[in-house]
């Protein structure tokens, strides 16, 4: 398997990482009856919760793009030492940007979200 992919399951395992958190800080703030239902009118949850579920809200958008690219990269036969970098980028990224999102280190989440988006427009280039 070509290691772009490799990345790509792994940041697929990051995401879900990222669901338990925020499901857990819903738990946590809320309680299971909050969780378990509808999830209608719920208020914004503060803190590290909050953090927790913008977190994963934006992995999921983030990783739709990376998927894309690193699929295409991988159909189109375009995977290279520069597209492998780009996966290498996003996943590192992410991972930074988890840890930065939930401990609330606002400029440094930012800049780990530029490497990981850096990551996506490097494999796109590749592909043009």
Do not use: D
């Not at 990051?14 to 800080?25: C, F």
């Not at 990224?93 to 989440?109: E, F, N, P, Q, T």
């Amino acid at each position: 398997m070509k290691p772009e992919l490799t990345l790509l399951a792994w940041s697929v395992i990051l995401a879900i990482v990222h669901m338990l958190i925020a499901v857990h800080a819903l738990v946590s703030t809320k309680g299971l009856m909050a969780a378990i239902g509808n999830r209608e009118n719920l208020p914004e949850l503060p803190g590290w919760a909050g953090r927790a579920v913008r977190a994963n809200r934006n992995m999921a958008e983030n990783l739709a793009l990376f998927a894309a690219v690193v699929l295409i990269a991988a159909v189109i036969g375009k995977n290279n030492s520069m597209t492998l970098l780009g996966a290498q980028l996003f996943f590192w990224g992410r991972i930074a940007y988890a840890v930065c999102y939930l401990g609330g280190l606002k400029w440094l989440r930012t800049l780990s979200w530029v490497v990981s988006i850096a990551g996506i427009l490097l494999i796109l280039w590749q592909m043009m």
